[in-house]
């Protein structure tokens, strides 16, 4: 959610990802990975990045548009970044997983193939 607010209202509001870096003095593939949820900014970038976006902390990390709360406290801003932290980690970690699947199922079939072939060629 948060990847997909952060590029919709940066784009919105007119700005590249380069612009939105300068701005808050880190490098465009800071943004890139924010935007393609690799990453999260810490509290206080979180912080000026809703300012510099001029939309409300909540609203970045995900909560409705028409929400009336926004989140103003930096222990609650922390909190919610280390709930995404978490989610990315687990979203990571299984892609992993199914990536060391796929590789085990792949050097099986070529062993067979190997395997086979060879009782061919001796047969």
């Known amino acids: 959610m948060f990847n997909e607010n952060i590029k919709k209202i940066r784009k919105e509001k007119g700005l590249s990802q380069e612009e939105l870096a300068v701005k808050l003095n880190v490098v ?45 406290d930096k222990n609650e801003i922390a909190e919610q970044l280390s709930r995404i932290n978490f989610q990315l980690s687990e979203r990571t970690l299984r892609n992993r997983h199914m ?16 395997i ?6 001796a047969g």
Do not use: F, H
């Open 28 to 72: 465009r593939q800071t943004i890139s990975k924010w935007e393609k949820g690799l990453s999260v900014p810490d509290a206080d970038l979180l912080i000026s990045l809703s300012e510099i976006l001029e939309t409300p902390v909540s609203i970045l990390l995900g909560k409705d548009m028409e929400a009336k709360e926004y989140v103003s």
């Open 99 to 114: 990536w060391n699947i796929i590789k085990i199922i792949l050097i099986t079939i070529v062993i067979i193939t190997i």
């Open 116 to 121: 086979i072939m060879l009782l061919s060629a």
